[in-house]
């Protein structure tokens, strides 16, 4: 099974800064990767897919990278309702390995 | 507006088996997409439990272990879950999506939550 790793588990951040999340497969798994944000009592929001094309409505402040096993999200100058966690999740072997990461919360400095 | 609603038991006891339905509206299940089962404990990752296509093919997640089916069915535009010899382990909010294959998970339900307890 791939396993997805994603750090920091947690991040300290303020309004305005630059960000990245990362996250990391077990095993090659080209662009086929997805980041999701979820807030408290919500289902997740597909962010991003191909490990870097934007979902629909989705500001261009969130951007996505890599390929093969490593990958990153950056939101570029925080917003106050981007505090959430962010999950990645792998589809490379799909059916049937479908994997997501443990997540990285983000909370106010 | 595509949008999806699970319904179900909130509570299930131990070695029964938990049904769920998700209801589609603005959209088909009969439309190319697979409809898709999703849980999360508490402080945990996701976890996908399966997925039903347009066609009625249906993918399962191994670590199920059989457990797990997922039913189709068009007349109510509605797809369904069900897992089987339930336990603590599987208390849990469960979601149903849609996705397709390489795309990510687009769509999902605002989440039930079920708990497994005598």
């Known amino acids: 099974e791939i396993v997805m790793t994603q750090s920091p588990a947690t991040l300290s951040v303020s309004p305005g800064e630059r960000v990245t999340l990362f996250c990391r497969a077990s095993?090659?798994?080209?662009?086929?990767l997805a980041w999701y944000q979820q807030k408290p009592g919500q289902a997740p929001r597909l962010l991003i897919y191909g490990a870097s094309t934007r979902a629909t409505d989705i500001p261009v402040r969130f951007s996505g990278s890599g390929s093969g096993t490593e990958f990153t999200l950056t939101i570029d100058s925080l917003q106050s309702e981007d505090i959430a966690v962010y999950f990645c999740?792998?589809?490379?072997?799909?059916?049937?390995?479908?994997?997501f990461g443990q997540g990285t919360k983000l909370d106010i400095k | 507006q595509v949008q999806l609603e699970e319904s179900g038991p909130g509570m299930v006891k131990p070695s029964e088996t938990l049904t769920l339905t998700c209801t589609v509206s603005?959209?088909?299940?009969?439309?190319?997409?697979?409809w898709g089962w999703f849980r999360q404990t508490p402080g945990k990752a996701l976890e996908w439990l399966g997925s039903?296509?347009?066609?009625?093919?249906?993918y399962y997640n191994p670590s199920l272990q059989g457990r797990v089916s997922i039913l189709l069915d068009t007349s109510k535009n509605q797809f369904s879950l069900r897992l089987s010899s339930v336990a603590a382990a599987d208390t849990a909010v469960y979601y149903c999506?849609?996705?397709?294959?390489?795309?990510?998970?687009?769509?999902w339900g605002q989440g039930t939550l079920v708990t497994v307890s005598s």
């Open positions: 603005g959209a088909s299940v009969s439309n190319s997409y697979y």
């Open positions: 039903v296509y347009y066609t009625e093919t249906t």
């Open positions: 999506a849609s996705h397709l294959v390489l795309t990510g998970i687009d769509l």
């Open positions: 999740h792998q589809f490379n072997n799909w059916p049937p390995e479908y994997t």
């Open positions: 095993q090659n798994i080209n662009t086929n």
